[in-house]
């Protein structure tokens, strides 16, 4: 039984420009001094939420994918963040678990924000998101708008088993609703009964929306594990106890009274 030490970073993000932010990130990579387990990115970590794929769209083995490599592989950690692909003539809000062994596993958003216009050109993802495995953890990880979609995050408990431990949610969500999406992390952490990372960028981007960040990590009871104000970009590492999950879970049996059901694809 081991715990998961995982690092979040909290940036603001330059409009467009991949070069730039990646090297923000890298020098953001290069300053955690531990051995940890997991980096966790903001969505579309290297250009901001743009939803006109056309001119910025990179292939599986681009230059972002490159460096999500290349960064696992230099902090032996796996990284999870978003980057748009263009695969099959179709663009995709890609989420990608890269392990410092260069191996990944991907998921393609499912909810696209058509407030935002994303519906218009890129395409749903139509599986569901992988549990990836990590240290003895399972891990389900999510894209943004699909935190105002419970169903499908929805855990499942089945001969003593949970189906999974940890929920990660990445995203470029605006400070105009900032509340909700506090409040949802919060949610999603106690109906399913597991750690919850959101990590969220700072910044106006190039379409003017700000954003406050209010990146966080939230134990089984809905409490925040991380102190830092909003609007600040900062890097924390923090160490997830699978103890303590387990403990809460023995003494609180919610699992065992969850309702049965299936999304359809």
């Given amino acids: ?32 001094q531990e051995d940890i387990d997991l980096i966790v990115l903001p969505e579309m970590f290297n250009m901001g939420f743009v939803v006109d794929p056309e001119d910025v769209a990179e292939e599986m083995e681009g230059k972002s994918m490159q460096w999500l490599r290349d960064q696992a592989k230099q902090k032996q950690a796996v ?15 890609r989420l990608l678990w890269v392990q ?25 993802g139509r599986t569901e998101s992988p549990i990836v495995e990590l240290k003895g953890w399972k891990i389900k990880p999510l894209v943004c708008y699909d935190l105002r979609f419970p169903v499908w995050a929805k855990n499942n408990y089945s001969k003593g088993e949970y189906e999974y431990d940890l929920l990660i949610y990445i995203a470029n969500w ?3 609703r900032r509340d909700p999406w506090m409040s949802l992390l919060k949610a999603r952490a106690i109906e399913n009964q597991v ?17 406050a960040g209010d990146s966080n990590i939230y134990d089984a009871k809905g409490k925040k594990l991380i102190k830092h104000a909003s609007n600040t970009e900062y890097t924390e590492t923090l160490s997830l106890s699978k103890k303590t999950l387990n403990d809460f879970r023995e003494k609180f049996t919610v699992g065992l009274d969850w309702d049965r059901f299936f999304v359809e694809k």
């Fill in 1 to 32: 039984m081991q715990d998961l030490k995982v690092s979040i970073i909290q940036s603001d993000l330059i409009w467009k420009d991949v070069d730039a932010n990646l090297a923000s990130f890298a020098y953001d990579i290069d300053q955690i």
């Fill in 79 to 93: 990284i999870c963040a978003s980057i748009i692909i263009l695969e099959n003539g179709n663009y995709y809000n």
């Fill in 100 to 124: 410092p062994n260069g191996h990944f596993q991907h998921y393609d958003k499912r909810h696209l924000f058509s407030l935002g216009g994303e519906h218009h050109k890129f395409t749903a």
């Fill in 174 to 176: 605006p400070a105009s």
């Fill in 195 to 211: 750690y919850v990372i959101g990590v969220n960028r700072i910044g106006e981007d190039g379409n003017g929306l700000a954003h």
